[in-house]
């Protein structure tokens, strides 16, 4: 067992029980106005079960103009109090503290969200909105200090253990402490002691009306990462008067909108990340200092308390993946961690879509209710044909709830085209999902018959009550003039090491697979160029995923062509139509295709009448991300 993680440690007046925190994270389960859900309340009782010492929610607003999300939560009225003081009552149930983070967006929202301009310290726009906010008067500025305070106060009230003033991450408290954003020319701007006069003022009002002894955290960015924002230098003078002005920890993260990949990063950014700025603010201050970014391992969140950089750790995402880490980490199940793998298409890319939260590998997420396993009362036998993600999520959410399962892959490995999701640069964390699965599937003892395709001939013999169908989807094979050339190879057989690939390559196609299979091929030493009949590449990425392919892709020197699609392929290269007119794109030893996928779901037609009940899930259904592939995976398992 950890020597440390397990180990209790005061903030302020509130003692936790362990190390391990849950950051906030805007997942857009509340009313519109402000007032909880079961949904938002489920999701943070089931990480209280799940053993983590402190939990810190999303952003309570303090102003419904300061709202940067539709669903997120609010204590702008003393109305909202009742329905979110059961989120206190259910947590402290299992022996977990909860903290209310509480902000201003800012600039950071759009009329969309708030119906009405945006505010800030100037009249410069967030690169994300690009509207253009008011700029705050000294008098508007008193009345959100007043909110803060009041908000605090209704925390209190609720039931809350206490609140995390979120001055990172460029929003409103943020944009006054960075001359990134704040342009004023009166006492709340120019010097740092100056920019740092609004949070300083907020402090005072939550202290004043919240009484000295409610526990005051403080998250901020450690540097912003835009040119002309705060850097780890400013953050640590901050810090020290922060801790002056009474705060009882300090939360260093990283980024603001600018700087989107940094806040929540993908895979392609190293684990423990922000560390090394946690351990620089931990220098000039006595206070608890807590860490966050890209820590997904308890054994990692071991060491960096061990080695003295913070004393509590975020793992924010992790506990999206499975909420019960702290438990399974103490009773050294290691195995059964559902780790997270950094892909964001649940935790961001779903509030991109204006969509709640997810996760890609724990459907679960957000729908703790809806989703609950019960024991079936009648054990059935189900088979489920396809050994992809999709496949080995039904197979084992049917084998938890008490089914006879039986899995048909037709390969020897299971996997399906995640198996080749995993290669490109950045991704091989793919693989700790697919361990995962592989490792519930024996658990569960669900059957897997290898190297064996289900057949209608084996459903009339083994006669199942129901089968599952997810048999994934098969490369698109476009009918261009030279597309049978010994020249031209798949993706997926280069990614799997099936085919040689020469010097020079060009890939047709630009979307995630071609993208990432060129990005491979150029780590690989290889000369690659992308072809795109659409206008831009990538585009099916998440965004802070694309920005670190992009970057790779530009420091390998791939050359990309858009607005191009191939019209025949030669021996040495392609011709493609560039600007109305035929152009010879080359020369090339290898060409590789990546047009895209089709569904394979032949089996679905022949089983009609032949089993009382078929499913089609994942890719076989329609060809998607992996995200949509699980949670239909997971439902199926519970459908039947």
């Known amino acids: 067992m950890p ?19 849950v950051p906030a994270m805007v997942m857009n389960f509340c009313n519109n106005d402000g007032t909880a859900t079961e949904k938002y309340i489920a999701y943070h009782e089931a990480k209280a079960k799940g053993g983590w010492g402190l939990i810190i929610t999303e952003d309570y607003a303090v102003d419904p103009r300061g709202k940067g999300f539709i669903g997120i939560p609010g204590l702008w009225n003393d109305d909202q109090i009742e329905s979110h003081s059961k989120l206190p009552e259910r947590v402290h149930r299992y022996g977990s503290k909860i903290v209310a983070q509480i902000y201003h967006a800012g600039r950071q929202t ?87 006069k609004f949070p300083l003022e907020i402090i005072s009002n939550i202290r004043a009306k919240a009484g000295n002894d409610f526990p005051i955290i ?9 040119p002309g924002g705060r850097t780890i230098e400013d953050t640590k003078a901050i810090a020290v008067l922060l801790e002056q002005a009474g705060i009882n920890a300090i939360h260093v993260s990283a980024g603001v909108y600018g700087s989107m990949q940094f806040i929540i990063p993908p895979s392609a950014v190293r684990h423990g990340w922000i560390a090394d700025f946690a351990a620089e603010v931990k220098k000039v201050v006595s206070i608890p200092v807590i860490t966050v970014g890209r820590i997904t391992d308890p054994i990692m969140a071991e060491t960096i308390i061990a080695s003295g950089k913070a004393d ?34 649940g935790c961001v890319g779903n509030l991109f879509k204006g969509n709640p939260g997810g996760c890609l590998v724990n459907p679960v997420t957000g729908r703790e209710s809806e989703f609950a396993l019960r024991p079936v009362d009648k054990k059935k036998k189900v088979f489920v044909a396809g050994g992809g993600p999709a496949g080995m999520e039904a197979a084992i959410v049917a084998a938890q709830r008490g089914h006879e399962v039986h899995l048909y892959e037709k390969s020897d490995r299971l996997g399906g085209q995640y198996l080749i999701g995993a290669i490109p640069p950045n991704k091989g964390e793919v693989d700790m999902f697919l361990a995962w699965q592989q490792n519930q599937l024996k658990k569960y003892n669900v059957n897997v ?71 491979h091929l150029a780590n690989h030493g290889k000369e690659v160029t992308i072809v795109e009949m659409l206008p831009d590449i990538a585009i099916d990425e998440e965004a802070a995923v694309r920005y670190f392919l992009m970057k790779d892709l530009h420091d390998n020197g791939v050359k990309i062509f858009v607005n191009a699609p191939v019209k025949e392929i030669l021996d040495d290269g392609v011709i493609s139509e ?15 295709m990546a047009i895209g996928a089709k569904s394979v779901n032949n089996l679905t037609k022949e089983l009609e009448g032949e089993v009382p009940l078929v499913l089609t899930i994942g890719d076989a259904l329609k060809v998607r991300k992996a995200l949509e592939a699980v949670e239909e995976g997971y439902k199926a398992g519970l459908a039947v």
């Open 3 to 21: 020597k440390y993680l397990f180990t209790p440690m005061r903030i302020g007046k509130m003692e936790v029980s362990n190390r391990l925190v």
């Open 449 to 519: 018959h290898f190297n064996t395709e289900l057949t209608v001939e084996i459903v009339e013999k083994e006669a199942p009550d129901a089968v599952i169908v997810a048999t994934g989807g098969e490369p698109i094979v476009p009918d261009i003039p030279g597309k049978d050339k010994p020249n031209v190879v798949h993706a997926n057989d280069v990614l799997l090491g099936n085919v040689n690939v020469g010097h020079r390559v060009i890939v047709i196609g630009g979307g995630m697979v071609g993208s990432e299979t060129a990005d």
């Open 578 to 592: 560039i600007d109305g007119a035929e152009t010879k794109i080359g020369p090339a030893d290898t060409i590789v």
């Open 218 to 226: 403080f998250r901020i960015s450690g540097d912003e990462f835009v």
């Open 312 to 345: 509590f750790v975020s793992m924010g995402r992790a506990s999206l993946a499975d909420p019960e880490l702290p438990n399974k980490t103490s009773a050294k199940k290691f195995d059964d961690i559902n780790y997270c793998i950094g892909c964001l298409q």
């Open 110 to 196: 759009n009329h969309l969200v708030i119906g009405a301009q945006p505010v800030a310290p100037s009249p410069i726009p967030c690169p994300a909105n690009q509207e253009i906010p008011h700029e705050l008067t000294k008098a508007e500025i008193r009345n959100i200090v007043e909110e803060f305070g009041d908000c605090a106060l209704r925390a209190k009230k609720a039931g809350f253990d206490g609140v995390e003033v979120h001055g990172a991450h460029g929003y409103l408290i943020a944009q006054f402490m960075s001359a990134y954003s704040n342009k004023r020319t009166d006492e709340y701007g120019g010097s740092l002691l100056n920019r740092i």
